[in-house]
């Protein structure tokens, strides 16, 4: 099967705490893409990142950084310092040919 | 920037209409798709276009049918609205090759009476 697993439904932390969103995946394939994207309360999807299945370097772009692990299968996405207008609910997404297969979606919910 | 477009933000309709759902995008994209997402079960990939004129089914085309004409719109067709399609629908585009990020437009929640 070729597939994604967000195994967390929802999340709900206090402002300023950490908090890691897990992304576990499934694929046959050995060239593939890996997104994170993020749909805030307007419903829009926001493309945040894109791994290729080559390039395991972490990223960091602010307070997101991603650890991206073939040996384990995983994808993690981690806010560091959460602030309120991170809340939103975070897809994890694989890249199969053209399509891509999303995960169930993981709501963050950060409390002030 | 990307920018896709959808049609309507809301849509409400009754059993049995039949429903249009438009989308477009102004980046010369060749793939476009449609979406429907439903809590706990992410995005499903209903339909998919590569080219003008051109398309694949996805995951669960049953009870959809789609439209493209012009490289820039992608229609989603529902023949015969039932209440198990209502959901929140979402459109994207990418490039064919190089970038290879579907960009989304902000989606029609669509509520079947």
């Known amino acids: 099967a070729q597939k994604v697993t967000q195994a967390q439904t929802e999340i709900s932390v206090v402002e300023k705490e950490d908090v890691t969103l897990d992304c576990v995946y499934e694929t046959r394939d050995t060239t593939y893409y890996l997104f994170w994207y993020k749909q805030p309360p307007s419903g829009e999807l926001v493309f945040l990142i894109r791994r290729n299945s080559f390039d395991e370097q972490n990223e960091i772009s602010g307070r997101y950084s991603w650890n991206f692990q073939k040996s384990t299968s995983s994808f993690n996405f981690t806010i560091t310092a959460s602030q309120v207008v991170d809340s939103a609910v975070y897809f994890c997404?694989?890249?199969?040919?053209?399509?891509?297969?999303f995960g169930q979606g993981t709501r963050l919910t950060i409390n002030p | 920037d990307v920018k896709v477009t959808q049609s309507s933000r809301y849509l409400v309709k009754r059993t049995g209409e039949k429903v249009f759902l438009e989308c477009v995008q102004d980046m010369d994209h060749e793939n476009m798709f449609w979406y429907r997402q439903d809590p706990g079960l992410g995005l499903r990939l209903i339909y998919f276009?590569?080219?003008?004129?051109?398309?694949e089914k996805g995951d669960i085309p049953e009870g959809y049918s789609v439209s493209r004409e012009k490289k820039e719109r992608f229609s989603l067709i529902l023949e015969s609205a039932s209440t198990n399609q209502t959901s929140m629908y979402l459109c994207?585009?990418?490039?064919?090759?190089?970038?290879?990020?579907?960009?989304f437009g902000p989606g029609t929640r669509l509520l079947v009476l």
């Open positions: 276009s590569y080219d003008v004129k051109m398309k």
């Open positions: 997404a694989l890249k199969l040919a053209q399509k891509l297969v």
């Open positions: 994207a585009s990418s490039p064919r090759r190089g970038m290879v990020t579907q960009y």
